[in-house]
């Protein structure tokens, strides 16, 4: 697993550039004079303010839960295991939609959750298909019997609610919601490090469940610099987890959250990350 600094609370010499690409009055560029935190981030913005495709043509790219077929459980399979599916994509459809550390994220939480004994399913950029995201979430799904504990990770754009497929295709968090509708595993963690990803935490939220999230419904995740090489709040989880020996994943999920808000002041945006949790107890991961 790739070691990471502590991030320092100035990093370099004020911003060279700052790219922001926002839907948004709140999310305005940040005065040079004013950044002394980071050198070059950027916003994970709302993809449908980039997305130029005909309206018509995007409403043939939409999964909701009039697509999802709950998945069926594998009753008999045997109990005790862990399954995981990671999700990171940096690279999409046109240059101009491309990320920076989202397959990082991935890679980080891959080696995470190996170390933690789970069966990791990765997809990675142009891997990360509409059709290979149903077959892996399809799968995940049907291995959430009770005795399992299941994980999902995601990181790359988001919409109103809505993962983005490398090729483009939106995915609604109604979808997960009838995906994981049959699951009896008791103990489950999501997260998603994308913009206005909020409904996830609503529409996941079950018995036995964790879920995280690096927005709400309306405002944006970022990548951070090249210090951080992650996305912000994938970068302070992933501190929770591999400098502060966090081994419950509320701890590093609140953790997150408020590192996530002390950068956010430094650079003056502003953020909503936050988790739901309905796990009895501390769910450790």
Same mark, same amino acid.
């Given at each position: 697993m790739r070691t990471k600094k502590w991030m320092r609370l100035a990093f370099l010499a004020l911003v060279t550039s700052v790219i922001l690409q926002s839907c948004s009055k709140d999310e305005a560029v940040i005065p040079q004079d004013d950044l002394t935190v980071s050198e070059a981030w950027t916003v994970r913005p709302d993809f449908a303010t980039v997305d130029t495709r005909p309206q018509d043509v995007i409403a043939k790219f939409q999964l909701t839960e009039n697509n999802a077929v709950p998945a069926k459980l594998i009753a008999n399979a045997a109990k005790g295991a862990k399954y995981a599916v990671v999700i990171g994509i940096s690279d999409y459809e046109g240059t101009s939609n491309d990320l920076q550390y989202c397959d990082d994220d991935a890679n980080d939480w891959t080696a995470q959750l190996q170390s933690e004994g789970y069966n990791v399913t990765t997809l990675l950029d142009l891997n990360a298909t509409k059709s290979a995201i149903e077959a892996a979430l399809t799968t995940l799904a049907s291995q959430s019997i009770a005795g399992n504990e299941i994980a999902f990770i995601y990181s790359g754009h988001g919409s109103r609610g809505n993962i983005v497929t490398t090729d483009l295709y939106y995915i609604n968090s109604t979808w997960f919601g009838a995906m994981f509708a049959n699951a009896t595993s008791t103990k489950m963690m999501f997260s998603f490090d994308a913009c206005q990803i909020g409904a996830m935490a609503t529409d996941l939220n079950a018995t036995g469940r !964790? !879920?995280?999230? =690096?927005?709400?419904?309306?405002?944006?995740?970022?990548?951070?610099?090249?210090?951080?090489? %992650?996305?912000?709040?994938?970068?302070?989880?992933?501190?929770?987890?591999?400098?502060? %020996?966090?081994?419950?994943?509320?701890?590093?999920?609140?953790? =997150?959250?408020?590192?996530? &808000?002390?950068? &956010?002041?430094?650079?003056h945006v502003k953020v909503a990350p936050s988790y739901v949790d309905s796990y009895a107890g501390d769910l450790d991961i």
């Amino acid at each position: 697993m790739r070691t990471k600094k502590w991030m320092r609370l100035a990093f370099l010499a004020l911003v060279t550039s700052v790219i922001l690409q926002s839907c948004s009055k709140d999310e305005a560029v940040i005065p040079q004079d004013d950044l002394t935190v980071s050198e070059a981030w950027t916003v994970r913005p709302d993809f449908a303010t980039v997305d130029t495709r005909p309206q018509d043509v995007i409403a043939k790219f939409q999964l909701t839960e009039n697509n999802a077929v709950p998945a069926k459980l594998i009753a008999n399979a045997a109990k005790g295991a862990k399954y995981a599916v990671v999700i990171g994509i940096s690279d999409y459809e046109g240059t101009s939609n491309d990320l920076q550390y989202c397959d990082d994220d991935a890679n980080d939480w891959t080696a995470q959750l190996q170390s933690e004994g789970y069966n990791v399913t990765t997809l990675l950029d142009l891997n990360a298909t509409k059709s290979a995201i149903e077959a892996a979430l399809t799968t995940l799904a049907s291995q959430s019997i009770a005795g399992n504990e299941i994980a999902f990770i995601y990181s790359g754009h988001g919409s109103r609610g809505n993962i983005v497929t490398t090729d483009l295709y939106y995915i609604n968090s109604t979808w997960f919601g009838a995906m994981f509708a049959n699951a009896t595993s008791t103990k489950m963690m999501f997260s998603f490090d994308a913009c206005q990803i909020g409904a996830m935490a609503t529409d996941l939220n079950a018995t036995g469940r !964790v !879920v995280a999230v =690096a927005s709400d419904t309306r405002r944006y995740s970022y990548d951070g610099d090249a210090t951080m090489q %992650n996305g912000v709040f994938t970068y302070y989880q992933m501190i929770g987890l591999d400098q502060l %020996n966090y081994v419950y994943f509320e701890p590093d999920c609140q953790y =997150a959250c408020d590192q996530m &808000a002390i950068w &956010a002041k430094a650079v003056h945006v502003k953020v909503a990350p936050s988790y739901v949790d309905s796990y009895a107890g501390d769910l450790d991961i």
